[in-house]
């Protein structure tokens, strides 16, 4: 399954912005669709991601209470609403799927299916 992450841009500090992660493939055969950031100069650290048996939702602590993970009804796009955003939230964001175990899905090294990824800068 490929997956390609779009609608980022540039908003100030407080506000929102909703990302989507188009699927190619069938996004149900994997265990679990992930959205996970890298800023500059740093990692790519997880964000949040979605069981697609149950729709289970998991956060990174830095995220939650501010991010929601959801998807549409055929599995075909996986949305990241993000509100409250900060300027640490500044980073390229990317989306991808695993077929890993549940106690894995924070784990980077366990997903694959990475597209190009969508910036989101957030201005003081």
């Known amino acids: 399954v490929q997956l390609q992450a779009s609608g980022g841009g540039l908003v100030q500090a407080g506000g929102s912005l909703r990302l989507s992660c188009a699927a190619s493939?069938?996004?149900?055969?994997?265990?679990?669709v992930g959205w996970f950031r890298q800023a500059p100069g740093k990692e790519r650290e997880f964000v949040a991601t979605?069981?697609?048996?149950?729709?289970?939702?998991y956060y990174a602590d830095s995220v939650k209470g501010r991010f929601t993970i959801s998807k549409d009804a055929a599995w075909t796009t996986i949305y990241l609403q993000m509100n409250s955003l900060k300027p640490d939230d500044t980073a390229v964001y990317y989306c991808?799927?695993?077929?890993?175990?549940?106690?894995?899905?924070?784990?980077?090294?366990?997903?694959?299916?990475w597209g190009q990824g969508t910036q989101v800068t957030v201005s003081s």
């Open positions: 991808a799927s695993t077929n890993g175990p549940t106690s894995s899905y924070r784990d980077i090294n366990q997903y694959n299916g």
């Open positions: 493939g069938r996004t149900r055969s994997r265990n679990a």
């Open positions: 979605i069981g697609t048996r149950g729709g289970h939702t």
